[in-house]
């Protein structure tokens, strides 16, 4: 399953749209905005990337943007006990103090694992922005069906070290100074390395578990500045990484709403994705299991049957050391047994002497039969010419509790014992 991973462009600050305006900027035409991507086979590693404007990016099954580190806020609550429709309503609210804009402006979206009640961060972003971005791939016939961060809070600590991301402008990196964003359980924060603030921004000490990246044009002013060594990670290293993320910023009025094929189409790429894959894996090694499970039970259960049948060969060749061939034990031994019976003169379930006994026990007194015939396994009867259903009925009943089957056709009854299952 390919996914294309875009790099939202930082939004443009004040300070830059004065300075354009300053420049005489405004009064020159944009040239196309550019996105950098990263495409992927499984979400761990690079299968082509560059930069392309939006109507040239490549096809892919599935499509995450990641928001920059300084296009974000972060705020830690208690998750309000709201139903989901009043939910971001609830958290609005309680952000009131805490946003510098207006509450109705920001996109607020909740953290993956919160749970009302608990602590839990809550990111917010500005609302026209993210949607500006998100309609202008839209109109590029790029969906995208999450919007992850390109940093969250998380633990062990991290730094990160990079310039500015791209702003959509011809020369966004050209000059562009080194940024540092700190990240840790306690939240995240951006802020330029340059001057003598950036350095008491830091925790001292540094936590022994915290980590530090840093892009490449970057990396030896961040060893410089940092007095240690850094790890050295692209940006296409870097999105890859942030596309893992279980944070999707599309929430409450951004959660993409898909009808139909679409809707189809969305859940089985979320099938592949993978954040998936672990469920996936489990998937396939309940099912490997089941039929392995299924085939072992039933080569049991043959070997069972396969047994069954030798004790029932061995059985008959003891008590009939004649037969050579066996074909079926159960009907041999059967016919067998009836041929010493029926050489012992000992009558049968199905002898003459059996039946009429079954039937004298149901048969009415003082009503002789008008005809008997025995033809070896059935006894036939003619029945007075008085009788009536209720009187077949009546006899049939009394004799289904001896093992005796009882028929009537053309006016004649027809007495035989019941098969043995």
Known sequence: ?????????ARTRLGANQAAAEAGAAATPASPKEYSYVLSADGFSASRQGRATAAALPKADSVVAV??????????LTVPKAPQA???????????ESLLDDPDDMHLAL??????????WVAALNHTWVTAQLMALEKAKVRVERVVPGVSPDEPASAYFHE??????????SGAEMLLTWSSADGVATWPVSGSLARGLLPDPLPVQARFFATPPVASPAERWLGRAVTVQSQPEHMLLASRSLWNLLQFELTPRSKGLYAVTDQWRRLMSPQWRPARVGLLAL???????????????????????????????????????????????????????AQAGQAGDNDLEALMAAVAIAWPPAQPAAALQYDGASLILM?????????????????SGSGVQIEFADGRLSVRRAPRG
């Open 86 to 96: 009043r939910l971001r309503a609830a958290l609005a609210s309680m952000l009131e």
């Open 164 to 173: 500015v991301h791209d702003t959509g402008g011809s020369d966004a990196e």
């Open 67 to 76: 928001m920059a580190a300084t296009d974000i806020s972060w705020h830690r």
């Open 1 to 9: 399953m390919s996914i294309l991973i875009i790099q939202l462009p």
């Open 111 to 120: 953290a993956p694992t919160a749970k009302a009640g608990q602590a839990g």
């Open 287 to 341: 099912v490997a299991s089941q039929v392995l499970g299924l085939n072992l039970w039933a080569w049991h259960e043959k070997q069972q049957v396969k047994a069954k049948r030798a004790e029932m060969i061995q059985v008959l060749r003891q008590a009939h050391p004649q037969v050579v061939a066996v074909l079926d034990a159960q009907v041999q031994m059967q016919r067998e047994t009836e041929a010493l019976r």
């Open 383 to 399: 029945p007075p010419a008085t009788w009536g259903p209720a009187e077949l009925e009546q006899m049939r009943n009394r004799l």
